[in-house]
């Protein structure tokens, strides 16, 4: 079975200063890797997609991620944090069902707080 | 409205009554999910249809959850002689296609129903 391990259950930054969401992944081939953002009261968004066709990926917001398979690693990060940035994180892995279709494994979170 | 609906938005229910909660999925949308999330944890898989097919169910923690698409549109999730363990936010999500992993098809999630057991 896939999993994925988010290292750090809070990461408190300032606005303006650089975000660090990490996560290392378990799987036994070339995984599909996901982070989602939960906002309160608020349904899950993706924020963006490991493809396989680049190491690095670009989401929305200004949020990227970098895949390196040698770390198991998938970690989230943004340049500058903004009080809007504020949120629950999930690091997710994507398993093919046997049934078919896709069935996603999320992380516990990552509680993000911005600082002013 | 266009996104995933579910209803109700809380359900306060004693131990052993049964539950009944419901999901509006995207119109045309073939897939769809059903996650468990309890407090401070992650989603967890329930189960997932293909239309009115439920291809998996695996996640389901016991025999008294039970899931139906009838039409393939609206789900139901009933939860039976609730227990206390089993207050947790449903998560309902739908997508185009059975691959919602792609951005061409990306997976659309509501807003949940919280369940408290009392």
């Known amino acids: 079975a896939q999993s994925v391990t988010q290292l750090d259950s809070h990461v408190s930054v300032s606005e303006g200063t650089p975000v660090l969401l990490r996560c290392n992944y378990s799987?036994?081939?070339?995984?599909?890797l996901f982070w989602y953002v939960q906002h309160p009261n608020k349904g899950l968004q993706l924020l963006l997609k490991?493809?396989?066709?680049?190491?690095l990926v670009k989401g929305i917001n200004g949020f990227e991620a970098e895949f390196k398979k040698s770390e198991t690693s998938f970690h989230l990060t943004k340049p500058s944090a903004h009080m809007s940035d504020a949120a629950e994180y999930f690091c997710?892995?994507?398993?093919?069902?046997?049934?078919?279709?896709?069935?996603?494994?999320f992380g516990t979170g990552t509680q993000l707080k911005v600082e002013l | 409205g266009a996104g995933v609906s579910q209803s109700p938005r809380y359900k306060v229910a004693k131990r052993g009554q049964d539950v009944a909660l419901r999901c509006d999925p995207i119109s045309g949308h073939v897939s769809l999910f059903w996650y468990q999330q309890a407090l401070g944890q992650g989603p967890e898989f329930l189960t997932y249809f293909q239309n009115e097919a439920q291809l998996d169910k695996s996640g389901l923690p016991s025999d008294r959850f039970f899931a139906e698409r009838p039409e393939g549109s609206v789900s139901t999730l009933k939860i039976q002689r609730t227990q206390q363990e089993d207050s947790a936010v449903y998560l309902c999500?739908?997508?185009?296609?059975?691959?919602?992993?792609?951005?061409?098809?990306?997976?659309?999630f509501g807003n949940g129903t919280r369940l408290t057991v009392t």
């Open positions: 997710v892995v994507s398993e093919i069902l046997t049934g078919g279709g896709n069935k996603l494994t």
């Open positions: 999500a739908s997508s185009f296609d059975p691959a919602p992993s792609s951005y061409n098809s990306p997976l659309h």
């Open positions: 490991y493809t396989s066709a680049a190491t």
């Open positions: 799987s036994s081939y070339s995984p599909s």
